[in-house]
């Protein structure tokens, strides 16, 4: 019987939520093929992840613990997979597309001779029983649809928030994987600094909401920050606001920054160029606040209001506390 | 000590993208092309570090006639001399196909130290090539650079990275990849003297008869777009239509707590 491996993404000692995403893409596959998910678990201490796992569709659970693989170390990793991989004979490597699977996943596929397509918004299986991906190019200009060949490992990893996570079953099995981890002295981590952040990822937040060049200033991007946390929202900018000096470039969204797509994208004083537009189009609902009648974002957004973003961010930011 | 940067040229962000007749492309013709916004911080990062030790710039692309643009703004910014891989049989390369063809002529440079790429192409939404061409090359990178010091007497990279959550430090041995984030530094305008020069600058022009699939692992037949792990089916734009209910801001008060009723009741959003 084939088999779709899912990687898991653990954050210390909890299953991140975008294995679960991930799993139910696999078990969209399952339904078609009758294949079995194996989760695989790459790090130093898997612990009991296999109730979890199994509540969300995986069947078996793979577990590739040593020491040297507690820092990630994208040629390890890619060696602990590959070595898997050939002797699990996988169909299909599916993850979400997270940093650290994009650090890793070329070299796996490279490595065993297999396709890798990074960020599907969807996936399916052809009439041949290839792997179909549906994906944005052209940052959010275009949608494209991709069929892989016949050939071994299909890998792909999913957009966070593509899939809502499907509870299917029970605990799976088990399965410690002893693979031999070469020595690497070419790749030494000196030092990780995990740094708080306050408010949601831009790629993992369901809420958005960005300042442009209308804010005029960076402390004035106060008012977007009270906005946001009163909806528990990440924090974007346009690329205006960010090389104004204003915000920090990894806040930048559109298409020479991220590419996001949340339930809610709220774009403040921003006027909707098409670069923006390419890194937020395909939000599910647009808000656009603007003095400017004229602006290019009241064209492209399901609601507007047209006022000064001084007075009317203060005042919404009430509005939605007193929703409760 | 040698650089070698991969580049990309990529649509303008300006571009308006319509697919082609087929519907498994875009239209080209009307298209203004550039240097991959991304790739203009890997080549400023590679001219920082000649002018502070004196290496040598490769700029290398791979794409038909015009993508030479890319290279003669990479060596305008200050790049030594470019790689230009073009065949038809490399049109339309996944990938996979991309990283061997351009692995096989890194190994064939022979004596390449460090290799710098920008941290995504726009026109592909992707950024695993150049983490292909590692694997091809079996050295060691590092992804989303914020800061690169390359010691050259330890053959070693120190490189702050960004990882989920946070940041991390790294020591690569050379020779190595790294991609750098954007903002790592703040990419030169080519100046006109600038270009003027890279005109002059040499350009080596790489076809499928010069690359040697043996080495690489991969047979004749499957150099280029047959050794490709997909292909392309087709290409939609997507269209979403827009409610545009636009509220009129004169009565602030007014106007806020109707979006914000609209955003619970209607959208359902909050």
Known sequence: MSEILVLVDKAQDTVRNVTYEVLAAALKLKEKNGASISA???GDNAGSIESDLGKYGADKVYKIENPSLKDFNPSLYA?????????VNADIILGGNTLQNQDFLPRVASKTKGGLTT????IDLTSSSTLQVKRYKYSGKSIATLSYHDVKPMIATIRLNAYKPVEAGAAGEAVSESIDIPADDNFKVIETNIIPKERPELTE???IVSGGRGMANGENFKLCYDLADSVGAGAGASRAAVDSGWVPYEMQVGQTGKVVSPNLYIAVGISGSVQHYAGMGSSKVIVAINKDPDAPIF???DYGICGDLFDVLPALTDEIKKLG | MKILVIVRQTPDTEAKIQTNSAGNGIQTDDIKWILNPFDEFAVEEAVQIKEKSNAEVVVLTVGSDKAVDAIRTALAMGGD?????KDDAFADMDTYALAKVIGAKIKALGDIDLILA???WIDEESSQVPLQVAEELSIPQATLASKVEVDEGSKTAKVTSVIEGGERIIELKLPALITVEQGINEPRYASLPGIMKAKKKPCEEVGKGDINGDEIGISEGELGIDGSRYKNDAIEIPTITRSLKVI???????ASSELAKLLREEAKII
Not at chain 1, 79 to 87: D, F
Not at chain 2, 81 to 85: K, R, T, Y
């Open chain 1, 40 to 42: 695989v678990y790459i």
């Open chain 1, 79 to 87: 060696h602990a997979l590959s070595e898997l991989v050939n002797k």
């Open chain 1, 119 to 122: 960020d599907a918004i969807d």
């Open chain 1, 205 to 207: 937040a369901d809420k």
């Open chain 1, 299 to 301: 064209q492209k957004c």
């Open chain 2, 81 to 85: 001399s470019g790689v230009h891989i």
């Open chain 2, 118 to 120: 920008g941290k995504k």
């Open chain 2, 248 to 254: 009129d801001g004169n009565d602030v008060q007014q």
